[in-house]
Structures are given as structure tokens and as C-alpha cells.
């Protein structure tokens, strides 16, 4: 064996100092134990190790002795356990991370551990033991108070300006310089040497990346590769089923899943010059790779779900047009067919297809406009699979989709994409429970008839059609359930309904072929009663002007009439159907109306959230570059 590699050879210490080291190790060994654990949080470890260490240990000569020896020792086992020693001071005293990055030690260490990759083989378990402990170590110095362990996955985006405290101890230079060599060890790990190496240190190795991408702006940018991407999707790829059965490979996944959505947040939020790869190229890739897991629905469940937390970003709409432009609409249809082709869809990836798919199109007119061109709602519920019973989180994702976003009793609730509710009341008789479909309905009666924004998309996406036809085939309907879709019925018709819909109503009252009543015809004559009256709270025509772009606009008149003139509408102001808490009220404003002269001079009227403005201008200048 080279002579660079030895398990137990001489040492240029001697036994006295080795035993001082050893010692030091073993007394603080459950401390750095409790510091490298998966959940510990920031500074959680660092306190109880400063309040029981002696640190009378902790001279110069002490920290140089280790640093001597890690550079001379070509033992693999007595390597080991400096590096340890070296952790446990990095740990209390992060300060010294500059003087050991200086003194390439650090760069020494990196460079054995990948040295030490070629004999793998012969000497694994101490080799092993080595790679474990210099990740622990890169790790703690890359990022000290543990951020990239103790922030869920998800929360990158809206905390992504906040950096570790020892930003400063590392040189730029020397950190980028780090972070290279440490790609080679990265590789080996999980490319090269894969099979030998076992799960519990490829979690380290995936932590010390973490730890990289959640440094400095440098060090982050610099540990987003396509060397790295490109590792993360191999070793994706490699996964199966039956691998979410253990719970050490489950903690691998979350880990690797952590880094593509933070290498998506630091390259989406980077300038081109900054970034080596591009979030489009990640998340194609990322969606190739879901889709090439075929046999494996479970893992595609998981893996879709990712886009939640992705879409978490600060700059979420440029995010959402990004992966769009990846061909989501085109690659889920096709993940969902090939399950139900299979056997293997499940209601989990139906419903985790329907968070991603309302999480890329909230708050997005583009996003929402590629969905119905490419994809589709009838296009998405016809791959569901057929005479099963919706699951709850099912139906709740869909009226997720419907609002985008959640059901808050407390706040009104605007319809936005109104095909959605059509497909509710189409799963209604597909509901097994009586309580199930009960609720539902309920829950489509309060909603659609909560406010005028709300009748006016339900009555013009052919929602009345839709309880109509649920009516004439009622056998599946509970009585309470078709109590309350006659109810919607009686809402939505008092707002607005065509003859077509009225004519379909009436024949609702036929008897059977038997002279036999239908059970709801006294309800119903009910209904058409409240339909035929007048409400005088609402107007019987107006103008829909709730989208941002919506207006009137007049012809201009060269001459008016007399040496002034007048005119008056009425405006209903409700709620806008947009989250008002993400826009500072004084952000929210719409014009009521602008009245200008050839000139440019007039005058203009806006209203916000809390007071009515006019405003005069004296001349608008129009210039064309």
C-alpha cells in the first residue's frame, strides 16, 4: 500500500502529545455529536459545549500542535480523530476558521480525503470514518450556527438576503478555492465510489453543500454547478419506491431535494454573469428526471410536491414564468397517463399534480393562460381515476385551485378559476359518504353565493349547467346534498340565467314516465319564485370592471355642447379578488375615470382602500425613443 495511505504506521508526534489529543477528543466527543445531529438548530449546541468546556485547553500552542499534525500525519486513523479535535474547536471558537483557512490545513485535509478515495478499497471503514468527519468539519465552517439544517425546506426564498455570522472568516478567495477542491471529494462520494460509501455519509457530504449554498452570496453562487446539479439529479434518478421505506435514505432525499430548491432560489435571484447554471436548466431537468420514475408513483408524489417550496421564492412571478417555459403543462399530463396506463396513479400524485398546477398559476394571468392552452381543466380531470371516491385532500386541493389559495372563513373568498368548481359538483356523486357529500355542498353553496364577483364567474362558466345536469340524474344524491345544490341553483339564478338554463329548470318538473313526483319539485317551484323576483341590493346590468386592465373607453368630442358638462354612474366597490395583505393599501389604487383635452389638460379621479382622490393635470408629454 502507498505509503500516503497507512492505517497504522509511525507518527511525527509523540505518545504524550497524541494521548493529550486523544483525550481531548473523547471528552468532547457526545458534544460534537449533539452538534452535527439532523435537527439541531442555530447556536443550540454551541452554548451548552462553552458552558462545560475547559478552556484552559484551548491555548495557541494547543490549536497549532493539531494543525502540525493534521499536515504530517499520514495515518488514516489518527487523521480521523485531529479532525475531530479540529471541529470541536471550530465549534466554540469560529474565529479561528480564518487562521486555519490561511494555513491551508483545510485545503491539506480536502485534498488527503480525496487522496485517500483511491485506496477505498483496502482500508474502507477508516477511509469512510475520515470522509464522515472531514464533512462534519467543512460543514461547521462553512456554516457555523447549523442555518442550513434548522431552516425547513421552503424557507430559503423568504429569508434569502440573511446570511451566517462568519461570513468574514474565510477570505473570498480562499473560500472559492475551498469549494472547488471540495467538488472533487462531492464527485467521489457520489459518482466514482457511490456504492462503497455508505447512506449516513452522503448525508454529511449533502449537509456540507447545504452549508456552501446557505455562506456568503460567493460561496453560495459558487457551489451552484452543473457538476453538482447534474450529481444531485443522478443520484435522484437512482431512487426507487422502496426507498421512502428507510428512514436514513428518507433524510438523504429531504436533503437533496433541499439543495435543488436553494441552488433554484441563488440562480434565479443571481445576474447572468454571477450564475453557472440557469434555473430553466434545473428545472427541466428536474421535471425529465420525474417523469424517467415510471414505475415509481410514490417517489413522483414526493418529487412533485418540491414545486410548493420552489414557488416560495421572493421573486415568485418571473419563477413562475420560468417553469412554465419548462413544459410543466406538456410533462405532468404525460406523468399522470403513464400512472393510470400503469395501474399506479394514485390519488396522492392526483392531488399533489393539483397543488403544483394551482401554485404555478396563483397571482399569474401567464401562468394561467399556458395552462388552459396547453393542459386544461377537462383536460387534467379526465386522466383522474374514474369511479373511485375523491379523497378529502383531493377535494380540498381542488377548491384550493378554484380560490388559489386556501379557505379562510373569516376573510371573503373571490372565484378564480371557475372550471374547477364545475368539476366539484361533477365528483359529487362519486362521493361515497353522505357527510362527504353534504359538506361539499354546503361548502359550493356558501361560497359561490358569498359575493357578486363570485355569481358572476359561476353563472358565466356554466355552473348552473352543471347542477342542472347533477339534478337529472340525482340517484346518487343524498336528500340534504340536493338541497343545497338547488339552493346554488336559486343564488346563481337570481343573478343571472339564460332561457336555455330556465327551460332545462322547468322540465325538471316533470313527473316520471311512472306519474311519479321527483322528491325536490316543491323546492324547486321555490326557487324559480326567489329567481323571478327583484333584488334590489344589486343592479339588474352593469359593467364588470374587476380585472386590472378592464375600463371604458369613449370616443373623444370635439365640441361640447354649452361651456361645461356632467355626467354620474354608480360604482360597487367590493373586495378585489387579489391577497390585499402582500400590497401595502397605499400600493392598491384604480382609476375611475380620466377626462383630458387635446392639450393633455384635465383631470383624473382614483380610488384606493381608504380615500377617494382627484387629481388635476395640466398637460401629459408623450416621448418616443
Given at each position: 500500500?502507498?505509503?500516503?495511505?497507512?492505517?497504522?504506521?509511525?507518527?511525527?508526534?509523540?505518545?504524550?502529545?497524541?494521548?493529550?489529543?486523544?483525550?481531548?477528543?473523547?471528552?468532547?466527543?457526545?458534544?460534537?455529536?449533539?452538534?452535527?445531529?439532523?435537527?439541531?438548530?442555530?447556536?443550540?449546541?454551541?452554548?451548552?459545549?462553552?458552558?462545560?468546556?475547559?478552556?484552559?485547553?484551548?491555548?495557541?500552542?494547543?490549536?497549532?500542535?493539531?494543525?502540525?499534525?493534521?499536515?504530517?500525519?499520514?495515518?488514516?486513523?489518527?487523521?480521523?480523530?485531529?479532525?475531530?479535535?479540529?471541529?470541536?474547536?471550530?465549534?466554540?471558537?469560529?474565529?479561528?476558521?480564518?487562521?486555519?483557512?490561511?494555513?491551508?490545513?483545510?485545503?491539506?485535509?480536502?485534498?488527503?480525503?480525496?487522496?485517500?478515495?483511491?485506496?477505498?478499497?483496502?482500508?474502507?471503514?477508516?477511509?469512510?470514518?475520515?470522509?464522515?468527519?472531514?464533512?462534519?468539519?467543512?460543514?461547521?465552517?462553512?456554516?457555523?450556527?447549523?442555518?442550513?439544517?434548522?431552516?425547513?425546506?421552503?424557507?430559503?426564498?423568504?429569508?434569502?438576503?440573511?446570511?451566517?455570522?462568519?461570513?468574514?472568516?474565510?477570505?473570498?478567495?480562499?473560500?472559492?478555492?475551498?469549494?472547488?477542491?471540495?467538488?472533487?471529494?462531492?464527485?467521489?462520494?457520489?459518482?466514482?465510489?457511490?456504492?462503497?460509501?455508505?447512506?449516513?455519509?452522503?448525508?454529511?457530504?449533502?449537509?456540507?453543500?447545504?452549508?456552501?449554498?446557505?455562506?456568503?452570496?460567493?460561496?453560495?453562487?459558487?457551489?451552484?454547478?452543473?457538476?453538482?446539479h447534474d450529481i444531485i439529479i443522478e443520484t435522484l434518478t437512482s431512487f426507487n419506491d422502496s426507498f421512502l421505506n428507510d428512514p436514513i435514505l428518507n433524510v438523504l432525499l429531504d436533503g437533496l431535494l433541499k439543495c435543488i430548491v436553494k441552488m433554484i432560489y441563488l440562480v434565479h435571484l443571481s445576474s447572468p454573469d454571477q450564475r453557472q447554471v440557469d434555473a430553466m436548466t434545473i428545472i427541466n431537468d428536474y421535471l425529465v428526471m420525474i417523469q424517467n420514475h415510471e414505475s415509481n408513483s410514490l417517489l413522483q408524489t414526493r418529487l412533485i410536491g418540491t414545486f410548493e417550496q420552489i414557488l416560495q421564492c421572493d421573486d415568485k412571478p418571473a419563477l413562475q414564468v420560468i417553469i412554465v417555459g419548462a413544459d410543466v403543462f406538456k410533462i405532468l399530463p404525460?406523468?399522470?397517463?403513464?400512472?393510470?396506463?400503469?395501474?399506479?396513479?394514485?390519488?396522492?400524485?392526483?392531488?399533489?399534480?393539483?397543488?403544483?398546477?394551482?401554485?404555478?398559476?396563483?397571482?399569474?394571468?401567464?401562468?394561467?393562460?399556458?395552462?388552459?392552452?396547453?393542459?386544461?381543466?377537462?383536460?387534467?380531470?379526465?386522466?383522474?381515476?374514474?369511479?373511485?371516491?375523491?379523497?378529502?385532500?383531493?377535494?380540498?386541493?381542488?377548491?384550493?385551485?378554484?380560490?388559489?389559495?386556501?379557505?379562510?372563513?373569516?376573510?371573503?373568498?373571490?372565484?378564480?378559476?371557475?372550471?374547477?368548481?364545475?368539476?366539484?359538483?361533477?365528483?359529487?356523486?362519486?362521493?361515497?359518504?353522505?357527510?362527504?357529500?353534504?359538506?361539499?355542498?354546503?361548502?359550493?353553496?356558501?361560497?359561490?353565493?358569498?359575493?357578486?364577483?363570485?355569481?358572476?364567474?359561476?353563472?358565466?362558466?356554466?355552473?348552473?349547467?352543471?347542477?342542472?345536469?347533477?339534478?337529472?340524474?340525482?340517484?346518487?344524491?343524498?336528500?340534504?346534498?340536493?338541497?343545497?345544490?338547488?339552493?346554488?341553483?336559486?343564488?346563481?339564478?337570481?343573478?343571472?340565467?339564460?332561457?336555455?338554463?330556465?327551460?332545462?329548470?322547468?322540465?325538471?318538473?316533470?313527473?316520471?314516465?311512472?306519474?311519479?313526483?321527483?322528491?325536490?319539485?316543491?323546492?324547486?317551484?321555490?326557487?324559480?319564485?326567489?329567481?323571478?323576483?327583484?333584488?334590489?341590493?344589486?343592479?339588474?346590468?352593469?359593467?364588470?370592471?374587476?380585472?386590472?386592465?378592464?375600463?371604458?373607453?369613449?370616443?373623444?368630442?370635439?365640441?361640447?355642447?354649452?361651456?361645461?358638462?356632467?355626467?354620474?354612474?354608480?360604482?360597487?366597490?367590493?373586495?378585489?379578488?387579489?391577497?390585499?395583505?402582500?400590497?401595502?393599501?397605499?400600493?392598491?389604487?384604480?382609476?375611475?375615470?380620466?377626462?383630458?383635452?387635446?392639450?393633455?389638460?384635465?383631470?383624473?379621479?382614483?380610488?384606493?382602500?381608504?380615500?377617494?382622490?382627484?387629481?388635476?393635470?395640466?398637460?401629459?408629454?408623450?416621448?418616443?425613443?
Amino acid at each position: 500500500m502507498s505509503e500516503i495511505c497507512t492505517v497504522a504506521g509511525s507518527s511525527s508526534c509523540d505518545d504524550d502529545e497524541w494521548d493529550r489529543v486523544d483525550q481531548f477528543v473523547k471528552e468532547n466527543d457526545q458534544l460534537l455529536a449533539l452538534h452535527h445531529t439532523h435537527d439541531s438548530g442555530p447556536g443550540d449546541s454551541g452554548q451548552n459545549w462553552s458552558r462545560s468546556h475547559n478552556s484552559s485547553k484551548l491555548t495557541e500552542e494547543f490549536i497549532g500542535l493539531i494543525i502540525q499534525q493534521l499536515i504530517d500525519s499520514k495515518d488514516v486513523a489518527r487523521l480521523s480523530t485531529l479532525v475531530q479535535a479540529l471541529n470541536i474547536l471550530v465549534i466554540e471558537h469560529p474565529v479561528i476558521i480564518g487562521a486555519i483557512g490561511e494555513s491551508d490545513v483545510i485545503s491539506n485535509i480536502v485534498e488527503k480525503a480525496i487522496l485517500f478515495t483511491h485506496h477505498l478499497p483496502e482500508v474502507a471503514s477508516e477511509v469512510i470514518r475520515f470522509t464522515q468527519h472531514t464533512a462534519l468539519l467543512l460543514e461547521c465552517v462553512f456554516d457555523h450556527s447549523h442555518l442550513w439544517r434548522a431552516r425547513p425546506i421552503g424557507k430559503e426564498g423568504k429569508d434569502s438576503s440573511v446570511y451566517n455570522d462568519h461570513d468574514d472568516f474565510l477570505t473570498p478567495i480562499i473560500a472559492v478555492k475551498l469549494v472547488e477542491e471540495i467538488f472533487v471529494l462531492i464527485y467521489s462520494v457520489f459518482h466514482i465510489h457511490s456504492d462503497l460509501y455508505p447512506t449516513d455519509v452522503k448525508i454529511s457530504i449533502m449537509n456540507l453543500h447545504g452549508a456552501m449554498l446557505s455562506s456568503n452570496k460567493v460561496i453560495a453562487l459558487a457551489a451552484c454547478t452543473p457538476v453538482i446539479h447534474d450529481i444531485i439529479i443522478e443520484t435522484l434518478t437512482s431512487f426507487n419506491d422502496s426507498f421512502l421505506n428507510d428512514p436514513i435514505l428518507n433524510v438523504l432525499l429531504d436533503g437533496l431535494l433541499k439543495c435543488i430548491v436553494k441552488m433554484i432560489y441563488l440562480v434565479h435571484l443571481s445576474s447572468p454573469d454571477q450564475r453557472q447554471v440557469d434555473a430553466m436548466t434545473i428545472i427541466n431537468d428536474y421535471l425529465v428526471m420525474i417523469q424517467n420514475h415510471e414505475s415509481n408513483s410514490l417517489l413522483q408524489t414526493r418529487l412533485i410536491g418540491t414545486f410548493e417550496q420552489i414557488l416560495q421564492c421572493d421573486d415568485k412571478p418571473a419563477l413562475q414564468v420560468i417553469i412554465v417555459g419548462a413544459d410543466v403543462f406538456k410533462i405532468l399530463p404525460k406523468i399522470l397517463q403513464t400512472a393510470l396506463d400503469r395501474g399506479r396513479l394514485g390519488q396522492g400524485l392526483v392531488v399533489e399534480s393539483v397543488k403544483t398546477i394551482s401554485a404555478i398559476i396563483t397571482n399569474s394571468p401567464t401562468a394561467r393562460e399556458a395552462f388552459r392552452c396547453e393542459m386544461g381543466y377537462s383536460k387534467l380531470f379526465t386522466l383522474f381515476p374514474d369511479k373511485r371516491d375523491p379523497s378529502a385532500d383531493l377535494v380540498q386541493s381542488v377548491f384550493h385551485m378554484a380560490l388559489e389559495g386556501p379557505m379562510k372563513s373569516a376573510n371573503p373568498a373571490y372565484i378564480i378559476n371557475a372550471h374547477a368548481i364545475r368539476i366539484l359538483i361533477e365528483w359529487i356523486p362519486l362521493l361515497r359518504s353522505d357527510h362527504q357529500q353534504v359538506d361539499v355542498t354546503q361548502q359550493l353553496r356558501e361560497l359561490c353565493g358569498q359575493n357578486s364577483h363570485n355569481k358572476m364567474e359561476c353563472c358565466s362558466s356554466g355552473i348552473i349547467t352543471s347542477i342542472l345536469t347533477m339534478l337529472e340524474g340525482d340517484s346518487k344524491l343524498v336528500s340534504q346534498a340536493t338541497e343545497n345544490l338547488i339552493g346554488l341553483l336559486e343564488v346563481l339564478g337570481s343573478h343571472s340565467i339564460s332561457a336555455k338554463e330556465l327551460k332545462r329548470i322547468f322540465s325538471l318538473l316533470r313527473p316520471s314516465p311512472d306519474s311519479i313526483e321527483v322528491s325536490y319539485t316543491k323546492r324547486l317551484i321555490q326557487a324559480i319564485s326567489t329567481m323571478s323576483g327583484q333584488d334590489y341590493s344589486n343592479p339588474r346590468h352593469y359593467f364588470d370592471l374587476s380585472h386590472q386592465n378592464s375600463g371604458i373607453s369613449l370616443p373623444g368630442v370635439r365640441q361640447w355642447p354649452g361651456s361645461g358638462f356632467t355626467f354620474h354612474a354608480w360604482i360597487r366597490c367590493d373586495y378585489p379578488p387579489i391577497d390585499e395583505s402582500k400590497i401595502p393599501t397605499w400600493h392598491y389604487r384604480r382609476q375611475l375615470y380620466r377626462s383630458v383635452v387635446l392639450s393633455g389638460g384635465g383631470a383624473m379621479r382614483r380610488i384606493t382602500s381608504i380615500v377617494l382622490l382627484l387629481l388635476y393635470c395640466v398637460i401629459y408629454i408623450y416621448i418616443i425613443i
